[in-house]
């Protein structure tokens, strides 16, 4: 589990593509603290398995379908990216809850100033702004915020100084895409309300019903 305070902004200084995956390679400094290979980092976001260490970074593999449902496939040598470690137990709770498991990607739609914070409007599908609400928490790219503003086309946040300067959000532009975890909260009280799902209607078509009316 995480929080969504970033803990630093790494760089990204190898990446090898397979077919559909890839392998990524990080340059950190401070998320190296007490890690240990097999331990989780969130990159952009998502939660990533450490498969080795160095003194000035880590490598993570990314699987074909975090390739296909984030933003990561679009990173590129050198590139900035969020790095959280998993929240320790006697940790503080300083975001909100945040798994790493992102519910897909949206897309960058304006960037405006407004005296000392900066508006991020973010297009998203319908099925992804369900799970955003007005005042409620929302982790883009690994980084919590609150949602100002939502329609039924995309939502707002709000950014202030600090949270642009501990994170690669300066990085990004109009048009990008950005890794959206709706509240995990929500999700489960949505899931809840909707109640089980319908059982499958079995057919009462059967052989012996056949025979039994002379069809077989």
């Not at 990533?48 to 990314?62: E, M, R």
């Not at 909100?96 to 304006?110: K, L």
């Not at 991020?120 to 100002?148: M, Q």
Request: proline fraction near 3%.
């Amino acid at each position: 589990m995480f929080t969504g305070i970033i803990e630093e902004t790494g760089e990204i200084s190898e990446i090898k593509k397979e077919t559909l995956s890839a392998r990524i390679k990080v340059r950190c400094r401070k998320v190296l603290e007490g890690t240990k290979i097999g331990d989780s980092i969130a990159v952009n976001g998502i939660c990533l398995t450490v498969t080795s260490l160095a003194k000035d970074g880590f490598t993570a593999d990314v699987m074909a379908e975090t390739m296909r449902r984030s933003s990561l496939s679009q990173l590129k040598v050198p590139g900035a990216v969020n790095l959280e470690r998993a929240m320790a137990a006697d940790g503080r709770f300083g975001g909100h809850i945040v798994s790493g498991h992102i519910d897909g990607t949206g897309t960058i739609a304006g960037i405006r100033q407004e005296e000392n914070a900066v508006w991020y409007t973010i297009a998203a599908e319908p099925k992804l702004l369900r799970g955003i609400v007005e005042k409620g928490s929302v982790a883009l790219d690994g980084i919590s915020l609150t949602v100002a503003k939502v329609t039924d086309k995309d939502f707002q946040v709000s950014v202030i100084p600090h949270t642009r300067q501990e994170t690669a959000l300066p990085e990004k532009k109009a048009g990008n895409l950005i890794n959206i975890e709706c509240d995990v909260i929500g999700k489960y009280v949505e899931k809840l309300l909707k109640g089980p799902e319908p059982e499958e209607k079995k057919s009462s078509l059967t052989e012996s019903f056949l025979m039994e009316h002379g069809f077989l």
